[in-house]
């Protein structure tokens, strides 16, 4: 059995449709597979209508959430979320509010970046985003591509888009502790996204993963390609020590990164675990 638990789709930041998706999924030989785009429920009815024999869906999503960081300050996080209810009040509505800020914000990066003289125009960007697709910043790093002012959106992110630069404008994020008690509200079971992605910006301590953990978390995110050894090695301890579960994870965004779906999985007795404490939704199986 070989299980992806993350991978995203055209519903938010990937480049596969849902329907794309569950083939590439499929192609690569997965057993299982979750679509857990940022902050949207949208890409699962195509998902599961284009599932091909044999391939399992893991209808999820990935929460922008923010945390304590456990140094006196505060941090982003990113809060996967499965088989919740996609119909549960509150999540509905945080999902849209949270979209609904994420276009405001990439329109703000995007002027701020005009104003500087770069050509990218913050209303044709947004024109252009499907409908009700999540907008994020790779969006915005595929307009870099098309304008020519880079060659790929890893290099847009090493260079105009990461954190750390100008154009950064932050997003709303929902208070993960929230985020953990809304997910369980709805029946779902969440797992903390790349907790110790050092590359990405600052992470929370370990300490604060044992209180994430007492409000409610089911698990963490341990083999994910921004993790090194010593994250994989420090989160996996730590998983064991909080019993919580531990997922591995590709988080394949498609073109727009350079990680091949399955590029790291996770164990068979960990997704029976996190359908057999789910209520929110089942698995589906594709027949
Ligand atoms: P946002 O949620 O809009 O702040 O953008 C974060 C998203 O950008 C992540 O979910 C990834 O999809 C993508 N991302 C972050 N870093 C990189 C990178 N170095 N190369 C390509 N995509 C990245
Ligand atoms: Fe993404
Ligand atoms: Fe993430
Ligand atoms: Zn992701």
Known sequence: MRIDLHCHSTASDGTDSPAELVATAARAGLDAVAITDHDTTAGWAEAEAALPPGLTLV????????????????????????????????????????RADRR???????????????????????????????AG???????????????????????????????F???RRTPVVQAIEMIKAAGGVT????????????????????DLAAAGLDGVEVDH???????RAE???????LDLLSTGSSDYHGTNKTTPIAAETT???????????????????GR
Not at 271 to 285: E, K, M, P, Q, S
């Open 59 to 98: 209808r999820g999503a990935e929460l922008t959430c923010s945390a304590a960081d456990g140094r006196g300050g505060r941090c982003t996080v990113h809060l996967l979320a499965y088989l919740f209810d996609p119909d549960a009040e509150e999540v509905v509505a945080e999902h849209a509010r949270t």
């Open 104 to 134: 405001t914000r990439l329109h703000a990066m995007a002027g701020k970046m005009a104003a500087d003289g770069y050509p990218v125009d913050a209303d044709t960007l947004l024109a252009g985003l499907p409908e009700n697709a999540t």
């Open 137 to 167: 910043r790779p969006h915005l790093a595929q307009a870099l591509v098309r304008a020519g002012v880079v060659g790929s959106v890893t290099e847009a992110f090493a260079s105009l888009l990461h954190g750390r630069t100008g154009y």
């Open 169 to 171: 404008v932050p997003s």
């Open 191 to 210: 797992v903390l996204a790349h907790g110790f992605a050092h590359r990405r910006g600052p992470v929370v301590t370990p300490a604060v993963i044992a």
């Open 225 to 231: 390609p921004d993790h090194d050894d010593d994250a």
């Open 235 to 241: 989160l996996r301890a730590l998983a064991a020590r």
């Open 267 to 285: 164990h068979p007795d960990v997704l029976a675990a996190i359908a057999d404490r789910a209520t929110g939704a089942g698995l589906v199986h």
